[in-house]
């Protein structure tokens, strides 16, 4: 047997407004529009562009094959923008989680780093993001991944210990060594939680190369692509897909032809009799651990380095972080919903890799995403609604 894995992560921010320090104590808005920045225009692009073509072609996809089946985390401020802009979105997530074929998979309700500096709010978020996911779907989350797939032992244990009973990561070579991303693994430390790590050769060859002109394998036909995934399954039976779910429209154009290929792949895959999806949770049920996997450094599914650096590498980052997480006593004791809605907004991750300053093989990447016109910007913007934040709790 062959089990392909699809995990589909969906994700907006509520992106800062131009906000100038002389808005400090005089306006609250910190997410409204402004000249540059206006959440629902982009919403609603990316929506006409992945959303809505992406999710019609996997209902489509989930009608035509018994077999096919998948995973997706949609983060809580993702949520909340459907549910003002885009209401048939929501409809149509409901629908396809309500085949009991298509799973959903556990992180931060604001797509925080907030593990990493609070783990009482990190729990905060974690079971708000549960909440919303039983008050929308029904349905309660078995698996879990953290913001960018920021994993380490650590993280392994508390998810053990929270109940989850599958955690995913990144197929790191330099964690790996020789062994294969094409099994499930258990986390050093843990007794039964189960580790999928994501194949990010043949993920990336989607998500990052699939309309890349100078790449040799370019144009990459279905045919291609089910090859080197049977000759991966010779080194395991697993073959772990992960990526953004904005890959199909908005980061590989409709034009591309990345719809057809997928939509190709996937009824050239299961014409084999061998082959099924899985999901996460199916695919940890299914097959048992072969070996330990310790990761005591954090790694990410980010950039060449694989680790934090797209959001804590440069002083303006861990200064914004420091300054950020330092308001959580007082915004909670105000019991102000609003002021604590605003301050975990601002925990969402975008917000410091927009101050990213890593200018080599990756910056082009770091300056596709963001919405200002330099990480100096952003930075600016962002202090001055903290300094904002600090005032409304005083």
């Not at 994700?11 to 320090?21: A, T």
């Not at 692009?45 to 073509?53: D, G, I």
């Not at 556990?106 to 008050?135: G, M, P």
Request: proline share 3%; hydrophobic share 40%; charged share 25%.
């Amino acid at each position: 047997m062959r089990s392909c894995v699809l995990y589909l992560h969906m994700h907006q921010p509520f992106r800062v407004r131009e906000y100038s320090i002389f808005d400090v104590g005089n306006r609250a808005d910190y997410f409204s529009d402004s000249a540059h920045i206006n959440n629902q225009l982009v919403f609603d692009k990316v929506a006409e562009k992945s959303y809505r073509p992406m999710l019609t072609l996997l209902e489509k996809l989930l009608g035509a094959h018994p077999n096919f089946q998948f995973s997706l985390s949609v983060t809580g401020t993702f949520l909340e923008q459907a549910e003002m802009w885009g209401g048939d979105i929501i409809d149509t997530l409901k629908r396809l989680v309500a085949t009991g074929r298509v799973e959903i998979v556990a992180e931060t309700y604001h797509h925080s780093l907030a593990f990493f500096f609070s783990k009482s709010e990190f729990e905060r978020q974690v079971k708000q993001h549960q909440a919303k996911i039983q008050d929308l779907f029904g349905v309660k989350s078995k698996a879990f991944r953290n913001t960018e797939l920021a994993y380490n032992d650590d993280l392994a244990s508390w998810a053990e210990e929270f109940g989850f009973e599958t955690v995913l990561a990144e197929g790191w070579d330099r964690i790996l060594r020789e062994r294969s991303p094409n099994f499930v693994y258990r986390p050093t430390g843990t007794n039964k939680i189960k580790l999928l790590l994501k194949n990010y050769r043949l993920s990336d060859d989607i998500a990052f190369r699939f309309s890349d002109k100078n790449w040799t394998e370019h144009p990459l036909s279905a045919e291609k692509y089910l090859t080197w995934v049977e000759n991966s399954t010779l080194n395991g039976p697993l073959i772990n897909l992960f990526m953004d779910f904005e890959t199909f429209g908005e980061h590989q154009w409709a034009d591309t032809g990345v719809f057809q290929f997928f939509e190709q792949f996937v009824g050239r895959f299961l014409e084999s009799p061998e082959n099924n999806f899985l999901t996460v949770s199916g695919a940890s049920e299914q097959y048992e651990a072969i070996d330990e996997v310790s990761m005591p450094e954090t790694v990410t599914w980010a950039d060449t380095e694989r680790d934090l650096s797209a959001w804590l590498g440069n002083a303006m980052q861990h200064e914004a972080a420091k300054n950020l997480y330092a308001l959580e006593e007082a915004v909670l004791k105000t019991e102000n919903a609003q002021l604590i809605a605003d301050w975990r907004n601002l925990q969402t991750s975008d917000h410091l890799y927009y101050m990213c300053t890593k200018y080599w093989s990756d910056g082009d990447v770091h300056a596709y995403f963001s919405a200002y016109d330099s990480p100096y910007d952003a930075f600016l913007y962002f202090m001055n609604t903290l300094r904002d934040v600090d005032f409304r709790s005083l």
